[in-house]
């Protein structure tokens, strides 16, 4: 049995503070301390649960990041079974993970994963790989996050640093 989501949270949620000189209102992210939420690329709108229980599954936690397209080669591979059609999939097998392997690395056809969004008719595409996360925001341009120093807060923009071409090309 597996139980995800399909993306993040309300991005905004009122939450009232009580200080002492008095109240006071302000907004926070709902997904704090993630950036963004439904509808975004940012950590806080594809950053979601995954929960898996059954026969050899052992508990535990991992990082690894995870797509639903992980879902059918996992299936396959716990069931001893070849890629439907002799097909080539674009997910990867968690079947380690789910194991107890919990630094297990996924291996996939592409050595990325990639997510496009359209909200309000404002695209925005995030691509990550080995731990870089590169978010372009059409058509104001790109941003460029180290997930392998910060796994959930997209804060320090790199993009000035030059190691955004090497994603971008994808």
């Known amino acids: 049995i597996s139980f995800s989501s399909?993306?993040?949270?309300?991005?905004?949620l009122r939450?009232?503070?009580?200080?002492?000189?008095?109240?006071?209102r302000r907004e926070i992210p709902q997904?704090?301390?993630?950036?963004?939420?439904?509808?975004?690329?940012?950590?806080g709108g594809v950053r979601v649960p995954f929960l898996a229980v059954g026969p050899g599954v052992?508990?535990?936690?991992?990082?690894?990041?995870?797509t639903l397209l992980d879902l059918l080669p996992t299936l396959?591979?716990?069931?001893?079974a070849a890629a439907p059609g002799g097909r080539a999939l674009d997910g990867g097998s968690i079947a380690p993970l789910?194991?107890?392997n919990h630094t297990a690395t996924i291996v996939r056809?592409?050595?990325?994963?990639?997510?496009?969004?359209?909200v309000d008719?404002?695209?925005?595409?995030?691509?990550?790989m080995d731990g870089l996360k590169l978010v372009k925001l059409w058509p104001s341009g790109l941003q460029l996050f180290n997930l392998s120093e910060n796994r959930v807060a997209e804060g320090r923009n790199l993009v000035a640093h030059g190691l955004a071409s090497r994603l971008h090309a994808r």
């Open 121 to 128: 008719r404002q695209p925005q595409t995030a691509i990550l």
């Open 58 to 66: 052992r508990p535990g936690t991992s990082h690894a990041p995870v």
């Open 98 to 100: 789910l194991r107890g």
């Open 15 to 24: 939450v009232k503070r009580i200080r002492s000189h008095g109240d006071a």
């Open 6 to 12: 399909d993306t993040g949270g309300r991005a905004r």
């Open 31 to 43: 997904n704090h301390p993630l950036r963004g939420g439904k509808g975004s690329v940012y950590e």
């Open 76 to 80: 396959a591979d716990l069931a001893g």
């Open 109 to 118: 056809r592409a050595p990325y994963l990639l997510w496009h969004q359209a």
